[in-house]
């Protein structure tokens, strides 16, 4: 039992070191683990972000049930003017319509939107489908089947609109991460796919329209999906900064400025070109504007397509 | 040819082989703590790579990846608790020698094993790569399904004593992957309606309770004096004729881990069991598995290892991580603006060339370096058992708190622990539910996305195609050999109660 006694002594003074330890710094919450798409980028933001501030920052990775539980810790730190979250697309403006959460869109103060990405619709380059009308014909048989990274990702929800809107005939398989949807692709286990640039650029992909609403440079031939007869579909991989509500006008205001600096800085934008990663900074009111429209649009595509809940 | 000298030579550069001794060394020290496992290492290291040259983070990260795979086995020999999930089957064997005296050999063997399955693995990956990954894309869902089905038949027999109980578990382990959202529709799943369990149960807090936890439960509720002394850690590596004479282990082990690894969502965890139960059924010292065998160790260390070189298969031939940690990896070969895909074997030949010859280097660290490593970990386990066990419980809290930075983890940590000693007492093997927890989703995931490409047809999984055919062919004659085998020894048992009843007439 001695050794019982040694070590709870021991547990207890570990146990002091961590109130020690807390002091002013800024945590910025990345909602998935360390490593990822998002994290690499919130990473590259971080350094200069904070100098900006003038303060010390850490980021701090809380992953889980698609991001959600890491923007929950954000939404829950209100009034906390020591906290951010970098935050991805879905976590925002798709999961709160798609399940109970304790945040909303309405759970946040909007700092800035950083990047954007738009999404093409791809297949194969080893198929023979070279266009969107071709694609539409030949499902008419055999439906194809659709890959997304995960249930009710951007991928999964570009997909279903299409399908909902053309005479596309596709269902949806979900992977747990691109990574393994073009390995599926590549074994033709699933014929289409919906994502950005990147996934692009390193596979090989052959993009058949592109979610935007206009043609992207670089990618001149790939028509809109509006011009080929569908409704305007604006599907975009972006990330934003967002903080808690209950914070002084004059702390957002603070972040704000920050954000912006770090955005035009030439340090992020080096980064954002070797990652691929399209700045597309919007202030604090047209982000919050912006994701306003998003979660609508998207809880729309989650009705026609019959997914929520 | 000159890409090959250019390779070298930026591998063998003083930053490049500075950064793999710290992070080999470090990775073998935290693969040694119980919980932290190498997305932990990973984690720790990543921030400090943003300054470097693209080889030389590579370099820190390939070693903290590959001696924590390797660390892992130490406390598993030790004190009976992996330090990273992908050991848990070297606990079969380490332990039980450890009991008996026989430690030194015991991470002599570890140590050699790792060497050469992470050697080996290197060597397929360079002259093998495009066609394994060329092969591990035919691997669809409908083959993963057939795989993990055989995988989890051959490890039923690893749960020693009741099978009875050995099911349980790993039902239970099963179970807990289940919990939080469905794979398929995104639905939560048994969280009771609590958010905080929508994330569902992460695998390395349940490790952690299962082994560490409940290995420090047991510790103290022991009386008896042998539980309460840590033998002295030392290292023996086995001679040359040993090794000759259990080559075709080693050999066994690393192509099976090197296999599995080239799979997309698999791991070393399962290389590890799948080999472990390969070994059981091959090992012509089959009889002792379980009971301090060296067999055992070389199972388990040379498949978790191959996993290491074999990994990066999928990763850089197309791009495609197959595990959370080459997908970390992937990330930091980004930053430096390197992106693996199909391209990058013509495009970067110069480095990806030199990330072969650092996993080489890494290796030679890693068993230059199991000395001292082993050394400090004398050291730690020298001091009073109570300081000792405080300091894994101490580890296994932040190693379970630090993969998702969830608070939830803790407390499944905690409940896991408890649950996990009751198991103990009752003489439930804890095993089977790690495995349970590790390939339950694969199976579950495999086999409902094979629904959705089939379109609910089962049938014709059998006849997908010729990797899938061939796979069930297995399961066949997996099912009906065990069947005729146990029929068989259970005849012979008979035989032998009615001539001993009918020699020795009962007495009662």
């Known amino acids: 039992m001695k050794s019982l006694r040694y070590s709870l002594a021991a547990l207890a003074l570990i146990g002091t070191t961590h109130a020690a330890m807390a002091a002013d710094n800024l945590e910025i919450i990345v909602p998935f683990a360390a490593g990822g798409a998002t994290d690499i980028v919130a990473r590259s933001f971080e350094p200069t972000f904070s100098q900006q501030l003038g303060v010390t920052s850490v980021v701090r990775n809380v992953a889980g049930a698609s991001a959600t539980v890491g923007t929950a810790e954000v939404a829950n730190s209100e009034g906390n003017p020591n906290i951010i979250g970098y935050e991805p697309a879905g976590a925002l403006s798709i999961q709160p319509s798609l399940k109970k959460l304790p945040y909303g869109p309405d759970s946040f103060t909007y700092i800035c939107r950083t990047v954007s990405n738009p999404m093409f619709l791809m297949v194969s380059k080893s198929s023979?489908?070279?266009?969107?009308?071709?694609?539409?014909?030949?499902?008419?048989?055999?439906?194809?089947?659709?890959?997304?990274?995960?249930?009710?990702?951007?991928?999964?929800?570009?997909?279903?609109?299409?399908?909902?809107?053309?005479?596309?005939?596709?269902?949806?398989?979900?992977?747990?991460?691109?990574?393994?949807?073009?390995?599926?692709?590549?074994?033709?286990?699933?014929?289409?796919?919906?994502?950005?640039?990147?996934?692009?650029?390193?596979?090989?992909?052959?993009?058949?329209?592109?979610?935007?609403?206009?043609?992207?440079?670089?990618?001149?031939?790939?028509?809109?999906?509006?011009?080929?007869?569908?409704?305007?579909?604006?599907f975009s991989v972006w990330q934003g900064v967002v903080a808690p509500k209950g914070i002084s006008d004059e702390r957002a205001k603070q972040y704000a400025e920050a954000c912006k600096a770090t955005v035009e800085s030439d340090k992020f934008k080096t980064f954002a070109d070797k990652a691929k990663a399209n700045i597309a900074y919007l202030g604090p009111d047209d982000f919050k504007a912006f994701v306003q429209k998003r979660f609508e649009a998207n809880k729309q595509v989650l009705e026609d397509a019959g997914l929520t809940q | 040819m000159d890409v090959i000298l250019a390779a070298v030579g930026d591998a063998f550069t003083w930053q490049a082989l500075l950064a793999i001794v710290i992070g080999t060394w470090a990775g073998i020290i935290i693969g040694g703590l119980p919980g932290l496992g190498s997305v932990v290492g990973l984690t720790i290291f990543l921030p400090f790579t943003f300054g470097m040259d693209v080889i030389t983070s590579m370099a820190l990260l390939i070693g903290v990846y590959c001696g924590s795979v390797y660390g892992g086995s130490i406390t598993a020999i030790l004190i009976n608790t992996p330090g990273t999930p992908q050991s848990a089957a070297t606990t079969f064997d380490g332990y039980p020698m450890t009991q008996q005296g026989r430690v030194d050999e015991a991470l002599g063997w570890a140590t050699f094993a790792s060497f050469f399955?992470?050697?080996?693995?290197?060597?397929?990956?360079?002259?093998?790569?495009?066609?394994?990954?060329?092969?591990?894309?035919?691997?669809?869902?409908?083959?993963?399904?057939?795989?993990?089905?055989?995988?989890?038949?051959?490890?039923?027999?690893?749960?020693?004593?009741?099978?009875?109980?050995?099911?349980?578990?790993?039902?239970?382990?099963?179970?807990?992957?289940?919990?939080?959202?469905?794979?398929?529709?995104?639905?939560?799943?048994?969280?009771?309606?609590?958010?905080?369990?929508?994330?569902?149960?992460?695998?390395?807090?349940?490790?952690?309770?299962?082994?560490?936890?409940?290995?420090?439960?047991?510790?103290?509720?022991?009386?008896?004096?042998?539980?309460?002394?840590?033998?002295?850690?030392?290292?023996r590596f086995p001679g040359l004729r040993d090794i000759g004479r259990r080559l075709i282990e080693l050999v066994r082990g690393s192509f099976i881990g090197s296999f599995v690894g080239a799979l997309p969502g698999t791991g070393a965890a399962a290389a590890a069991f799948i080999s472990y139960a390969a070994a059981q059924k091959l090992s012509p010292r089959r009889a002792n598995l379980g009971k301090g065998e060296p067999d055992g160790i070389i199972a388990s260390e040379s498949s978790n290892n191959a996993v290491t070189g074999s990994a990066f298969i999928p990763t850089l031939a197309l791009g495609i991580p197959g595990d959370v940690v080459t997908a970390m990896m992937m990330g930091a070969m980004v930053i430096h603006g390197i992106t693996p895909g199909v391209r990058l074997m013509q495009d970067q030949a110069q480095t990806v060339y030199a990330l072969f010859v650092v996993l080489i280097i890494v290796n030679v660290a890693m068993l230059v370096l199991s000395k001292p490593?082993?050394?400090?970990?004398?050291?730690?386990?020298?001091?009073?058992l109570g300081f000792v066990m405080g300091g894994i419980v101490m580890f296994s809290f932040i190693g379970a708190v630090s993969v998702r930075g969830n608070p939830l983890d803790l407390v499944v940590a905690a409940l896991t622990g408890i649950l996990a000693y009751v198991l103990r007492r009752g003489g439930y093997p804890l095993a089977p539910l790690v495995i349970g927890m590790v390939l339950g989703p694969a199976l579950e995931s495999s086999l409902r996305r094979g629904l959705l490409i089939s379109r609910g047809d089962f049938l014709s999984f059998f006849t997908h195609s010729g990797i899938a055919t061939t796979l069930f062919v297995l399961i066949g004659l997996f099912l009906i050999w065990t069947v005729t085998a146990g029929v068989l020894e259970w005849r012979a048992r008979a035989a032998t109660r009615r001539k001993a009843a009918s020699a020795q007439p009962v007495s009662e």
């Open chain 2, 373 to 384: 490593s082993i050394g400090l970990f004398r050291y730690l386990f020298k001091l009073p």
């Open chain 2, 117 to 235: 399955g992470g050697v080996l693995s290197c060597v397929l990956l360079i002259f093998c790569a495009p066609q394994l990954a060329k092969f591990a894309v035919n691997f669809g869902s409908i083959e993963v399904f057939a795989l993990v089905c055989l995988a989890m038949l051959c490890i039923v027999g690893i749960s020693r004593g009741s099978l009875l109980k050995g099911l349980v578990c790993g039902m239970m382990g099963f179970f807990f992957s289940m919990v939080g959202s469905d794979p398929i529709t995104g639905a939560d799943r048994f969280t009771f309606g609590t958010y905080a369990l929508s994330s569902g149960l992460d695998l390395i807090p349940v490790v952690v309770g299962a082994f560490a936890l409940s290995e420090v439960f047991v510790r103290f509720s022991s009386r008896d004096e042998e539980a309460t002394t840590i033998p002295e850690a030392r290292l």
């Open chain 1, 128 to 234: 023979d489908i070279t266009s969107f009308k071709q694609l539409v014909e030949e499902s008419q048989d055999q439906p194809f089947l659709y890959g997304s990274s995960g249930p009710g990702t951007l991928p999964h929800l570009a997909m279903a609109a299409t399908v909902v809107n053309s005479d596309l005939k596709a269902e949806h398989v979900p992977y747990s991460g691109s990574g393994p949807a073009m390995n599926a692709l590549a074994g033709n286990e699933i014929q289409i796919m919906a994502d950005t640039e990147t996934i692009l650029e390193n596979y090989d992909l052959r993009p058949l329209a592109v979610f935007a609403d206009h043609r992207v440079e670089g990618y001149d031939d790939v028509p809109t999906i509006e011009e080929l007869g569908l409704p305007a579909l604006d």
